[in-house]
């Protein structure tokens, strides 16, 4: 079946290490996008791409970084500059030039101790 | 820029009764407009969209939500909720003619459905 698939679905880390978030489509889609979600916060863009080898910030891309470098894949990796990296985190995807309706992955809850 | 405000953080509701969750968005071009329903510790799944047209949209579970561009509103409406639509749900905004641009989402709203 197509769709969007995030792993881990649960991560502990402590804090001052790095952690890779991956994501994965296989909806032939262009653009894929890292959301960060908190109670009471709704979701915030982090980063998004809109094709291989490029990426925007968001409105809260400090403390992580992302690569693009196969349309199918979109890892996030939130780092030590994180200040409060515990979060639910959801990726997803798009077709460019469309709606812009997003596709979501099951998301990937990270808890820093 | 847009922006969504989502009114209500928390409604509870009977089952049976019928329910409105509120959006307003904020912009100055035309927009397309979004509403996502979220289980407990899963991912968003589209509930229905505005993009042109009839301002009136039906999801397929009885959901139903009207675009009025003069109170640039986006609310959510259900007749008569089941215990199973507990859950919480978002409102996204996009320009519509912004093409890449992400969706801008609020704060969400939490429906509680108790019987």
């Known amino acids: 079946d197509g769709g969007i698939t995030q792993s881990p679905k649960y991560l502990f880390r402590k804090e001052g290490q790095n952690v890779t978030l991956s994501c994965e489509q296989n909806?032939?889609?262009?653009?894929m996008y890292w959301y960060r979600q908190d109670p009471g916060q709704g979701l915030r863009l982090i980063y998004y791409?809109?094709?291989?080898?490029?990426?925007q910030k968001g409105d809260i891309a400090e403390g992580y970084s992302v690569s693009r470098e196969k349309k199918e894949s979109f890892p996030l990796t939130v780092t030590s500059a994180q200040k409060n990296p515990t979060a639910f985190y959801l990726c997803?995807?798009?077709?460019?030039?469309?709606?812009?309706?997003?596709?979501f992955g099951e998301g990937s809850r990270l808890t820093v101790l | 820029a847009q922006s969504v405000t989502q009114l209500d953080s928390q409604v509870p509701v009977f089952e049976e009764a019928p329910v409105e969750l509120r959006c307003n968005y904020s912009?100055?071009?035309?927009?397309?407009l979004f509403w996502y329903v979220q289980y407990p510790n899963q991912g968003l799944q589209l509930l229905l969209k505005?993009?042109?047209?009839?301002?009136l949209v039906e999801s397929i579970n009885g959901f139903e939500a009207e675009f009025n561009k003069s109170q640039t509103s986006f609310h959510l409406r259900k007749p008569s909720v089941h215990i199973s639509d507990t859950a919480e749900y978002f409102c996204?905004?996009?320009?519509?003619?912004?093409?890449?641009?992400?969706?801008?989402f609020g704060k969400g709203t939490t429906l509680s459905v108790s019987s």
């Open positions: 997803a995807s798009s077709i460019t030039g469309t709606s812009g309706e997003l596709f």
């Open positions: 909806l032939n889609h262009d653009a």
């Open positions: 791409s809109q094709i291989v080898n490029d990426f």
């Open positions: 912009s100055s071009v035309s927009v397309y």
């Open positions: 505005y993009l042109s047209g009839s301002t």
């Open positions: 996204a905004v996009r320009s519509s003619n912004q093409a890449g641009t992400a969706l801008i």
